[in-house]
């Protein structure tokens, strides 16, 4: 009764929780509007994964909260569908610092409607989306069911040929991680040649995606301008050695970079 001043939810769930207890907690959230930290951690068994009843009611929670400045909704079995809201509320959101969607079912279509929302945010600091849990190559992606098709009012291009131009004036991201997604090279250039003009991004993790010459130029390039990126993580990326190493030798700013296996650069540098 008294749920409309909380400012601080956080909320783990196990494999005891049904969807019903999951959905009266998002009743629960609705009435709320000073909310600035909300964490719901999920565990992905399959009878976990987010419903349509469920993205609808995330969507309203999220509207009605516009003083949140932590989203965490790690592991819940999130989707597309349910991504594309959080996208659109990402866009007009001028309180948000940081949002973590790791460890869920969105695809590399919710990933780029999601970073695409940096065009016109202007407060997020961090944004986390790795499908594999940190610090764990070994792991495989959770199993997870194919996410339900998008209405028609949702559905994104099959490619992204978006030149990133927009995402250049972006000022208040320090932390990027987009990790374990197989999104096409035509993307990360335009990513990667975004970034360059990144003014305030400190650490970037690319980590388990495979970046074939084009991929691993624009990741150069970037590195050779960037004037703020002190860690990166490329572990797992296949980088071509020669393009790599040009762009580390010629970075100044670097002083963590995390490559698996990166013996093969030896012959280069």
Not at 133 to 159: C, D, I, N, V
Not at 206 to 230: G, H, I, K, P, R
Request: aromatic share 6%; proline share 4%.
């Amino acid at each position: 009764s008294h749920s409309s001043s909380l400012t601080d939810v956080n909320v783990s769930m196990n494999d005891t929780i049904t969807p019903q207890c999951r959905v009266s907690l998002l009743n629960l959230l609705i009435h709320t509007t000073k909310l600035e930290t909300l964490e719901i951690h999920g565990v992905l068994y399959s009878h976990h994964e987010f419903q349509e009843n469920e993205t609808t009611l995330i969507k309203d929670v999220l509207n009605n909260n516009t003083s949140l400045q932590l989203l965490n909704l790690t592991g819940l079995g999130l989707n597309d569908a349910t991504s594309m809201h959080i996208a659109a509320w990402l866009g007009e959101n001028r309180s948000l610092k940081t949002l973590r969607l790791t460890e869920n079912g969105i695809t590399s279509v919710g990933v780029k409607k999601i970073v695409r929302a940096l065009e016109s945010n202007t407060t997020l600091e961090i944004l986390d989306m790795c499908m594999y849990e940190m610090g764990s190559r070994q792991s495989s992606p959770l199993p997870l069911s194919p996410s339900p098709p998008l209405s028609p009012a949702l559905t994104l291009p099959s490619t992204y040929t978006h030149d990133g131009s927009g995402l250049s004036h972006n000022s208040s991201l320090t932390e990027l991680r987009v990790s374990g997604f197989d999104l096409a090279p035509q993307w990360w250039v335009s990513l990667f040649k975004a970034l360059k003009h990144f003014s305030s991004l400190k650490e970037l993790d690319v980590s388990e995606n495979s970046f074939d010459q084009a991929v691993t130029e624009a990741l150069a390039e970037m590195l050779s301008s960037t004037q703020s990126l002190e860690i990166l993580n490329i572990d797992s990326c296949d980088c071509q050695p020669k393009a790599l190493a040009r762009g580390l030798l010629h970075n100044t700013t670097l002083n963590r970079c995390f490559i698996y296996n990166g013996t093969y650069l030896l012959g280069v540098m």
